[in-house]
């Protein structure tokens, strides 16, 4: 994958600290290609003596994948590969690498670097060649939020929209915390973009605070107690678009937080 960019950070540790650069081995005539990541796989079966298949919808599920260049200005020494490779190599899980770029300074890939070549010139090291494998067929910006505060009353009526602007054309599913005031115990928001689709929490504490992770369908709330009971199980979600939604509850604070896929190539 051909970046723009001159210098990265993984793992939170810039590549500056290692003395290495994103560079091409390989340089052309200029031009580049790269992928973007979001292939598309088509779920469909063709009959036999069937002139066009039956088609079941797509799926966007192939991880983004690219190898990645870096290296010195002058010679690395083999201490510095060992170490380099045991910082981008010795990983456990996915961990974000973000690409030090204009165009790219909001946006990380999180990544696995499944494996490296080192590349020698007159039997001296001077970089390696990554492979890099991401855990979506995208990039994901990093975590934005928005909230509102509202005065102690019985309840709000509160409508506000949300335009979901990610590159995944599935359901966005963000993080949303919310917190009764000395009135409140159940909180609704409708989705009206989405068929009028509620997401409600009944007979909850006064002052208590709920979070609820919609894509990991998790719930936790300051009490302490387990609320799954107490929810309709219609977990949050946003459509690609424009959501128009609505809040009915005796609340003091809400707070959304989500991420978007982006479809970015290098």
């Not at 970089?127 to 928005?146: E, K, N, Y």
Request: hydrophobic share 35%; charged share 15%.
């Amino acid at each position: 994958m051909g970046f723009f960019g001159a210098n990265f950070i993984f793992n939170d540790i810039p590549s500056e600290n290692y003395g290495i650069q994103i560079i091409s081995f390989e340089r052309t005539s200029g031009t580049t290609k790269s992928s973007s990541g979001n292939v598309v796989t088509i779920n469909q079966k063709w009959p036999y003596r069937r002139t066009s298949p039956f088609h079941f919808g797509n799926a966007q599920n192939t991880p983004l994948e690219f190898n990645f260049e870096i290296g010195a200005n002058n010679f690395v020494s083999f201490i510095d590969i060992q170490n380099i490779s045991r910082w981008l190599l010795g990983q456990t899980g996915y961990k974000k690498l973000q690409i030090v770029q204009d165009d790219l300074e909001n946006v990380y890939f999180n990544t696995i670097f499944t494996d490296s070549e080192t590349i020698f010139v007159g039997n001296k090291p001077t970089g390696m060649i990554l492979h890099a494998v991401c855990d979506a067929p995208w990039a994901r910006t990093f975590d934005q939020s928005f909230s509102y505060s509202y005065p102690v009353v019985a309840s709000q009526d509160f409508d506000f929209t949300f335009y979901n602007s990610s590159d995944n054309n599935n359901y966005l599913y963000p993080k949303i915390e919310f917190i009764l005031n000395s009135l409140g115990s159940d909180f609704t928001l409708t989705n009206t973009t989405d068929s009028g689709r509620e997401f409600i929490f009944t007979g909850l504490s006064t002052d208590e605070g709920i979070t609820v992770d919609n894509s990991l369908q998790t719930i936790s709330s300051t009490t302490g107690l387990y609320r799954l009971s107490y929810f309709n199980k219609n977990w949050l979600r946003f459509l690609p678009g424009l959501n128009e939604l609505h809040i009915t509850s005796a609340i003091s604070f809400v707070e959304f937080t989500y991420s978007f896929a982006r479809a970015v190539g290098g």
